[in-house]
Nanobody, 123 residues
């Protein structure tokens, strides 16, 4: 897989933003996909994951109810819709692909990573 994220930018508190991640190099439809984020001075944290068929999703407690992960296998793209953003959501967001299709929450389970896209939420 070759993953490329896009959509990150500077937004205001309460705004919405949709991130995209396109896979240009692999069999996207067989991978579980995840979104992770890392703020300066912190460890990378799990945000959301989705199974290869798109019928199973998982979210961290900090984003549950505000973020939605989805995928379009025909476009080899996974999305992260983020609503009601807060300054605590400021981070570099990474998408990742898991060949096993497990859709777990641990970064070590994922085989491929994108380069990240910056999301900044200003108060």
């Amino acid at each position: 897989a070759h993953l490329a994220e896009s959509g990150g930018r500077l937004v205001q508190v309460g705004d919405s933003l949709k991130l995209s991640c396109v896979d240009s190099g692999g069999t996207f439809s067989t991978y579980a996909m995840g979104w992770f984020r890392q703020a300066p001075g912190t460890e990378r944290e799990f945000v959301a994951s989705i199974g290869w068929r798109g019928d199973t999703t998982s979210y961290s407690d900090s984003v549950k109810g505000r973020f939605t992960i989805s995928r379009d296998n025909a476009k080899s793209t996974v999305y992260l819709q983020m609503n009601n953003l807060t300054p605590e959501d400021t981070a570099v967001y990474y998408c990742a692909a898991d060949q096993s299709g497990w859709a777990g929450s641990m970064g070590d389970e994922y085989d491929y990573w994108g380069q990240g896209t910056q999301v900044t939420v200003s108060s």
